[in-house]
Structures are given as C-alpha cells and as structure tokens.
C-alpha cells in the first residue's frame, strides 16, 4: 500500500478469499484493506497513539440518517458526556479534497454537531473547529490532543 502522510504504524494483516484484510482496533475484526481503509486506518492510530484518545471514545463507520438518507461516517470521536468531539472524513489517496470534500462533512456534521472536523486523503489533512453561533468554520494547525 501506498505510504501516507502519518508516522509510521505496525498493523495486523491476513489473506481472506484472495484478498488483503486489515485489523481494525476499534472495530475489533479484520476488514478489507481498500485504499480508503488504509487512510481510515492510519487516521485511527494517530488519534490513539499521536493524540492520546481512549479506543473507548473512538467509533468507525456507522450509519447515520441525513435528510432521511442512511449515510455511513467513518470516524467519530466522542467526548465523556456523549457528545461528538471529532468527526473525521476519509477518502482514498488518490481522491481530491475538494469543496465537495467539505460540503459532505459539513451535511453530516449537521446532524452530528461534531466541535472538530477531520478530512484526509491520507496525503493531505485539514482540520476544523465548528463556529455554531457564526455559522462557519475555522482552519486549523491540527486538532487538539485528548485532555
């Protein structure tokens, strides 16, 4: 697989039905190893490793209703009380951020209400701090490391 713009991860692997598949921590099971899911995957450990939040406050692709529509985040980090701290978009390497890119969070993280934003195509990473009252967004450094 192609080498991404993160530090350097061991990761579990095997061979299914031809296939590469990719341990996944949090998910606790083997997935196949797509180009998006090594991005996902490398997102996963530098939140854990590089800014120290607790694999018990970190959740992968789930389904979440948009405007009725069932889409799927992948990944979100919670706070304590429940509430969403980051909410992290992945995209193959070889796919753009665009407008587009941030347009997608943006309609999910109206029903998520996330304080931070993520998007990475494991090449480029841009964060994000919500301004609800303003009704925008702020471009940050990084994301805050876990308190």
Sequence with gaps: ???LNFPSYSFRFKNSENKVAIFDEIRKKFIILTPEEWVRQHVVRFLLEEKKYPKSLINVEKVLLVN???KRYDVVVFN???SIN???ECKAPEVK???GTFDQIARYNMTMKSTY????NGLNHYFCQM???NEKYQFLTAIPDYK
């Design 97 to 99: 951020i665009t407008q």
């Design 131 to 133: 301004d609800y009252e």
């Design 86 to 88: 980051v909410l992290v």
């Design 117 to 120: 934003l993520m998007v990475s």
């Design 1 to 3: 697989m192609q080498k």
């Design 68 to 70: 009725g529509l069932r």
């Design 80 to 82: 304590s009380d429940g």
